[in-house]
């Protein structure tokens, strides 16, 4: 028997930097008189995250939404954009705001990332760019989508939102591709509250990148470009510098997380481990599993409803698919054949409570609990509370 948790248990809670920190940051910063607009915060916060990335040429911008619709403005595409169905709304809508029209590929059954096998034949004349997203931190398949892209002479763009420093055999994850938006949301392992990145090969696209964000002002008198608003401010860029001190310690912590949550779903049948990462350094973004309803025993809904009563928020996450959005039926028929791995994932991944603050007693109590889910079978009391009974 489990009893539901006193307080309610989420998927993430934001890394969040002693007050004290953050009161000694922000007397600098409000000291400084200087708020926003490359201000010193902004500037020593671009330096440590080239440094923490291993990469050169990086941009900060205010979310990374509008670093990738800006970093696609920058690499100046058009028509086709073959992308991945199976992620969050902003990298379709960043499309969106561009103009370009996304091409949507079927997914990879394990990685769930864009199955590069199926890139090609979708390739045709309108076609200028591949947009790919290592969901959950799983690196996608880079060098296969490297070949294709220079046979085809596309750019290639990954939204690296659940990738903050992760390494594909020591290589950072930001180094393949032509470009690589960063989101420091703050539910990500890295926040700025809001903000984001873009990291990229061609280091002549920093200017654009810097005009862009800033209203494509170059000069005191000087507009040479239709860009718009996209600065990361002083107190978000301040915060950011106090947090990053903390993510090696918070990984290290979701490192044991992951294990314990992994030794505990070895012994139940039906539960499979989406975020398990081979050749790469994690970026303990989130934890998901996905419900195989048939040897569980019961759906990843159901089980998502029932983890409710005992306080326990966990996510269907990504879902729905991109594919579906109303506005999307008319580029590509909702039930394309070719999406049939990424429907059918789509309704089994399962975000759990992942974070270093949580304790390892509570992820014990959540595998109880979805062990004794497993097993149960149902009955109401008059005042619809579950009973159990175990079988
Ligand atoms: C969080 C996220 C984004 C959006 O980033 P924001 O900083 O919130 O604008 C884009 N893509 C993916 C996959 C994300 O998880």
Request: charged content about 25%; proline content about 4%.
């Amino acid at each position: 028997m489990e009893t539901p948790f006193a307080e309610p248990i989420y998927i993430t809670r934001p890394l969040i930097p002693e007050l004290g920190n953050i009161n000694a940051k922000m007397k600098e910063v409000f000291d400084s008189k200087w708020l926003t607009n490359n201000g010193a915060q902004h500037e020593k916060l671009q330096n440590e995250l080239r440094k923490y990335l291993k990469l050169n040429h990086l941009v900060l911008f205010n979310n990374g939404t509008l670093a990738l619709l800006l970093g696609l403005k920058a690499l100046q595409l058009s028509g086709e954009v073959i992308t991945t169905p199976f992620t969050f709304p902003a990298t379709i809508q960043a499309l969106d705001w561009n103009g370009l029209i996304p091409v949507f590929c079927d997914i990879d059954k394990d990685t769930l990332n864009i199955d590069a096998n199926q890139i090609e034949a979708l390739i045709t004349e309108k076609t200028s760019a591949i947009l790919a997203v290592h969901v959950y931190g799983n690196p996608c398949n880079v060098n296969q989508i490297n070949k294709i892209a220079e046979k085809n002479n596309l750019k290639v763009i990954y939204d690296a939102a659940h990738a903050f420093g992760t390494e594909v055999d020591g290589i950072p994850i930001g180094e393949f591709g032509d470009m690589t938006m960063f989101s420091f949301h703050a539910t990500k392992l890295f926040n700025t509250i809001e903000g984001g990145a873009l990291t990229f090969k061609d280091a002549s696209l920093e200017k654009n990148l810097n005009l862009l964000k800033n209203f494509g002002i170059a000069g005191p008198e000087e507009v040479v470009l239709s860009g718009i608003n996209a600065k990361l401010n002083e107190v978000q860029a301040g915060i950011g510098l106090e947090v990053l001190k903390l993510v090696e310690e918070e990984k290290r912590k979701r490192e044991k997380i992951k294990g314990l949550y992994e030794k505990r779903f070895a012994e139940i049948e039906g539960i499979k481990i989406a975020t398990k990462f081979s050749g790469s350094s994690n970026s303990y973004q989130y934890f998901v599993i996905e419900v195989d309803q048939e040897n569980y025993g019961k759906s990843r809904d159901w089980l998502h409803e029932e983890l409710k009563k005992y306080n326990i928020f966990t996510r269907k996450y990504f879902y729905p698919l991109c594919s579906d959005f109303q506005w999307y039926q008319d580029v590509k028929p909702s039930n394309d054949p070719n999406l049939s791995q990424a429907r059918k994932s789509v309704q089994r991944v399962l975000a759990l409570p992942f974070y270093g603050e949580l304790q390892l007693e509570s992820v014990e109590k959540i595998c109880n609990i979805i062990k004794i889910l497993k097993r149960c079978k149902i009955n109401y009391t008059e005042h619809n509370e579950i009973i159990y009974k175990h079988g």
